[in-house]
Nanobody, 125 residues
Framework: QVQLVESGGGSVQAGGSLRLSCAVS????????MGWFRQAPGKEREGVAF???????TYADSVKGRFTISQDNAKNTLYLQMNSLKPEDTAVYYC???????????????????WGQGTQVTVSS
């Protein structure tokens, strides 16, 4: 059974940084995309950043240059380093995964097969 468990959310002032983690278990696909969505109150869910099994990445335009996605295969953990945070980054962030899709494909959809429970990120001005 695939499980994704996020951690690392919290509250920070604008300009600050946070690092989200997603512990992955039971995921045995050799080809996949994994990454992060976010959803703010009253807004649609949007893809933020995704990474493939080979380390290739893709980012939403709104976070390019500020967020970095990475993975530690030895620890089965996915990370999202968020720098220069803005109030508009406030949202619940979800870790998600999909087998047999590229990062670009995952960025273009609003729902993947496997999801975590979400972690709140709040950025104050």
């Amino acid at each position: 059974q695939v499980q994704l468990v996020e951690s690392g959310g919290g509250s920070v002032q604008a300009g600050g940084s946070l690092r989200l983690s997603c512990a992955v278990s039971g995921y045995t696909y050799s080809s996949y995309c994994m990454g992060w969505f976010r959803q703010a109150p009253g807004k649609e869910r949007e893809g933020v950043a995704f990474i493939a099994y080979d380390g290739s990445t893709t980012y939403a335009d709104s976070v390019k240059g500020r967020f970095t996605i990475s993975q530690d295969n030895a620890k089965n953990t996915l990370y999202l380093q968020m720098n220069s945070l803005k109030p508009e980054d406030t949202a619940v962030y979800y870790c998600a995964a999909e087998p047999w899709m590229t990062p670009a494909q995952c960025l273009g959809v609003i729902s993947l097969t496997y999801w975590g429970q979400g972690t709140q990120v709040t950025v104050s001005s």
